[in-house]
């Protein structure tokens, strides 16, 4: 390699790389099929379609896949990106399509790994509190398979996402200010390279400060740099107790006040979310039965969960009563049955919202984080700005790690509600940026965001990022189009 | 720009071959012309030689007719006259036509000269063109072999490294470059080094030490280093064990000491932004202040750069994580000297490649890290110690994995085996004699009530699994008490030193559920060669040390010891460093733990980022094949 400076972006014209053609791309299909089995491979429309479009998302890409592959083991993804990287194939991994910028959309067609078939837990070690998976496992299937020990894996998106796209997104949920994101759960991972390489970022012990961190490096990748094919987690004991409390205050500024000064506060809080005025007239109006059975008061309203032993949940919920006594009025779960209720208006939100939305509209939905101490300004200021806006929007946050939610509903075939929603998206991504903050506190990049990225990070950031990028995937096949251009 | 060189490469490779076709191509013309003039003076020669035998074939028959007097005198000169005649004639012939034909190949060659150079340069030329046009494939591997690099060049000439020295003189001023020798020395590796590197080698040590003040001044000393090809090696507090800032191929040392400042604290967002050269231990006094606090907790005299570079832990580790987990974005500069902000300050996010955490632990062979935004947590409010010792260490093991598997958050768990409790009553270090028995040492932490509840969880635990005292702090001098004997570990053990006696500590970690077993096997090995040793673990997270002391004669002895602990942990799916790093020593090793491909993956990251190799080359991975009997046998 040249002397010169390294990391300067080259002018893409000057790269012999262009993708396959469709006859080529179905070449590749047919000799995966004759490498994996006539079974594991599908042209069919329906399926493509399926792969290629998603209801939550906000970057949908017209192009479709060419083919859709389902292998069953580690040399079966090997030989499918052994074969697409020699004939220039991208290849664009699929998990449970839970995710919601465009992470699995085919810009550039191409082939589809599904890992629906790649579903089993390979091996558990209660002993050492961990477990070997394939990315097809749904993390509520893992957890209810693994109760029996005692343990779980402390991470909570949607409940249809599974653990490869967890991995991809570096998701996380109303458990991270407790536990962290996933990227603090993933032991190790077996990575397949565009080249169809096989690698094992590390063994299994808790902590190691052996050669680049690789494993952190493939999560929150979004498949561009290699196909997770299998993963070993770190579990944790499920606490002996836990407790949910509601508080609802006058203003959404005072609850993100009362949130920042309860996270500085140092008690270890299970979780800590946030939901709108809107959010609360919904559950009173469209709640499922158990949520409906409390009239819930119309505010912006903090959710809190306790976790630990019981005297300790005791002492914690004292201090937060302490913290909270000026401003509102703090409601404890009475029974088990209340906790679950409580916590379950909370869980059930999105949902509702989905569901209840008029037809021929679509969600924007969108998360920034921001350092704590910013929150109830930006949380204020963006509330403020949706609701000029004249359609509904709603604030929902897991405001325990200073993340949190828009969700907009808006009419796709009106161009210039289109276009304000779009603005106020914007000015939500601008004002995170200048408050020190991130575009994407855990639904990561995809195609939706990439702009934002470039803002957030700058240039020469995004030239380190596109540098690792060519060195493990110089032909830039691996879920092209994604995270940043080439 | 790697690109366009590369590509540069293929088009002059495309030249250089060129010329051989080109001959190639030119040399029938070439033939044909020199066939044809061989052929004319061919040709020449024949008729004239025809000619000259026709004539002496009729001057043989006319002398048998009339008598040699006669014939002399009538008919004009004699035979003899005429033959000297017919051979002056024809000698002129053949020189004229030499001279001819020795004119034709005058004027041939220089044509000929012309056209080669003109068909080489048009070749040339448009294989350069076509070059561009239609430029290489990069490589479509995603590995990089060692077997398919090529040795690193660096320029490490006196005459180079002194024009470099004005350069760094100017941009750091004169004073904050130095080569004194007791400097270089001090930079080039240290006594409790597990790397014993040879001294007389001028590569293992710097030429000098620059102490930049400012990110902007690391940039452009890493410029020269481009430009120039030099070697460069971070340094901050050089407290790191296995030769991570020994220099292997001379160049320089940058040492951050002059950037020890804390930047920002934001003590609303639970994060401050400081500079490499900041201890934190200081740090953590500043914090209290506050009532924050920043776990990480490694040797003293450690500094958050290094800190950084070797992703450390210590007791800690097991409540609160390691390094990688409190680091929120670093500023980094790179081997060319751009400078690259890893993110902003959000706790969380999932925006973009994990840069952050790829230069955690990265030995600073990828960047030089010149900022850091630290997250913290709030100082807890009361916090306690227990002490509790086991007939074995499997009992004592036992006992943290109940605690462990029940979810106790209790902040440390420690264990120190028998000989170091021995050698810490010998120290006399403490104000209490110790049980000489396998030891396990917890920090509880949280509100005083949770504190409470911890300790009579974990009293309870320790009775059933086996417990021959327990001891807990019911005040704060108490606390200080009971925990000094963790701290004495490593100096007590020094204690026991013999005059010329070195110190290894040897560092792996292992799934929870086979600790006991590689501790035991591993005391069984040691106990075996009658070296001095003694064992201390962060057991909560399956990490140990062992504390080795030795002499020169017994080096082999110890290395081949250490190399059957590393090997048994790999056996054991651990890992060959739970919190050192891996630095010269433990690089071979890398290969068994993550297999080949793992590491070639890895160096195909380095060289991306590193093209040049300038960064604290040599360490973590092999850039280079090793000769001969350089690597030990597995």
Known sequence: MGAGPTLKRIDPNLMALAYAIHSQMLQAADQIARAIGQDNVSYDTDVLEHHGHSDWSTSNSPVRAAAVVYPRTTADVSAIARICNALSVPMVPFGAGSSVEGNFSQPHSGICIDFSHMDQIIAFHPDDMDVVVQPGVNWVDLNRHIAHAGLFAPLDPSPTATIGGMVSTNCSGTNAMRYGTMKDWVLNLTVVLADGTVIKTRRRPRKTSAGYNLTSLFVGAEGTLGIVTEATLKLAPIPQDTSVAVVAFGSIRDAAAAASELIRSGIQLAALELMDDVQMRILNEHGSEAVRRRKWEEKPTLFVKFSGTTDGIKSDAARVGEIIRGSAQLHFAKSKQEEQDLWAARKEALFTMVNIRPRGTEIWSTDVAVPVSRLAEIIDLSKRECGQLGIFASVIGHVGDGNFHVAMMYDPRDEEQKRAVARCVHNMMSRALEMEGTVSGEHAIGIGKKDCLVDELGQDTIGLMRTVKRAVDPKWVMNPGKVFDR | ?634
């Open chain 2, 1 to 634: 720009m790697s690109q366009l060189a590369a590509k540069g490469l293929g088009a002059r490779r495309l030249a250089t071959a060129t010329p051989a076709s080109a001959v190639a191509a030119r040399r029938p013309t070439t033939t044909t012309a020199t066939t044809a003039s061989t052929s004319t003076t061919c040709l020449v020669a024949l008729a004239s030689r025809s000619a000259a035998r026709r004539y002496l074939s009729t001057d043989e028959k006319t002398p048998k007719a009339a008598s040699p007097t006669a014939a002399n005198r009538d008919r004009g000169p004699s035979f003899k006259g005429q033959l000297m005649e017919s051979i002056t004639a024809r000698m002129k012939r053949e020189s004229a036509t030499r001279e001819r034909i020795a004119q034709l190949r005058q004027q041939s060659a220089a044509s000929r000269n012309f056209s080669i150079t003109f068909m080489l340069f048009f070749v040339g030329s448009v294989s350069w063109y076509l070059g561009t046009k239609f430029p290489r494939d990069p490589s479509p591997a995603s590995t990089l072999p060692l077997s398919e690099t090529r040795p690193p060049k660096h320029s490490t000439g006196k005459a180079e490294l002194e024009a470099a020295w004005a350069d760094f003189a100017e941009i750091v001023g004169p004073d904050h470059v130095s080569t004194l020798a007791a400097d270089l020395d001090a930079h080039a590796n240290s006594d409790w080094s597990s790397h014993q590197g040879d001294p007389t080698d001028p590569a293992s040590r710097p030429f000098c030490v620059v102490y930049p003040a400012s990110t902007a001044e690391v940039s452009a000393i890493m410029k020269v280093c481009h430009t120039r090809r030099l070697p460069v090696v971070g340094y901050s507090g050089g407290t790191s064990l296995e030769g991570h800032f020994a220099p292997t191929r001379g160049g320089i040392c940058v040492d951050f000491g002059r950037m020890n400042k804390v930047l920002a604290l934001h003590k609303d967002d639970l994060d401050v932004v400081v500079q490499p050269a900041v201890r934190w231990e200081e740090l953590n006094e500043d914090l209290a202040l506050e009532g924050l606090f920043f776990p990480p907790d490694p040797g003293p005299g450690a500094m958050i750069g290094g800190m950084i570079g070797t992703g450390c832990s210590g007791t800690n580790a097991y409540r609160y994580g390691t390094m990688r987990e409190w680091v929120l974005s670093l500023t980094v500069v790179l081997a060319d000297g751009t400078v690259i902000k890893t993110r902003q300050r959000p706790r969380k996010s999932s925006a973009g490649y994990d840069l952050t955490k790829l230069f955690i632990g990265s030995e600073g062979t990828l960047g030089l890290v010149t900022e850091a935004t630290l997250k913290l947590t709030v100082k807890p409010a009361a916090s306690s110690v227990a002490v509790a010792s086991f007939a074995s260490i499997r009992a004592a093991a036992n006992c943290v994995a109940r605690v462990v598997g029940d979810g106790v958050p209790v902040a440390a768990v420690e264990i120190l085996d028998d000989d170091q409790m021995r050698f810490i009553n010998q120290a006399g270090g403490t104000s209490r004699q110790w049980r000489e028995a396998a030891t396990l040492f917890f920090k509880f932490s949280g509100t005083a009530q949770g504190v409470k509840e911890q300790i009579a969880i974990v009293k309870d635990i320790a009775k059933r699994a086996g417990g021959e005292s327990f001891d807990f702090a019911r005040g704060e001098q108490e606390m200080a008490e009971l925990w000094s004997a963790r701290k004495e570990a490593l100096w007590s053990t020094m204690a026991v030193k013999k005059e010329g006696d070195h110190v290894w500590t040897g560092d792996v970690a292992v799934p929870m559920s086979r600790l006991s077993d590689i501790i035991e096997e591993t005391k069984r090995d040691f106990k075996q060669t009658g070296l001095v040793t003694s064992l201390v673990g962060h057991v909560g997270d399956g990490n140990f040390h062992i504390i080795v002391l030795y002499n020169d004669e017994e080096r082999k002895l110890a290395e081949d010891c250490v190399h059957r602990m590393v090997k048994r942990a790999v056996e054991m799916e651990g890992t060959v460093t739970g919190e050192h790093g891996v630095g010269l020593v433990k690089r071979d090793y890398l290969p068994h733990e993550l297999g080949e491909t793992t590491v070639d993956a890895m160096r195909k990251i380095k060289m991306a980022f590193d093209p040049l190799c300038l960064l604290n080359c040599d360490k973590v991975i092999r850039v280079q094949k090793p000769k001969k009997g350089e690597v030990a046998e597995w």
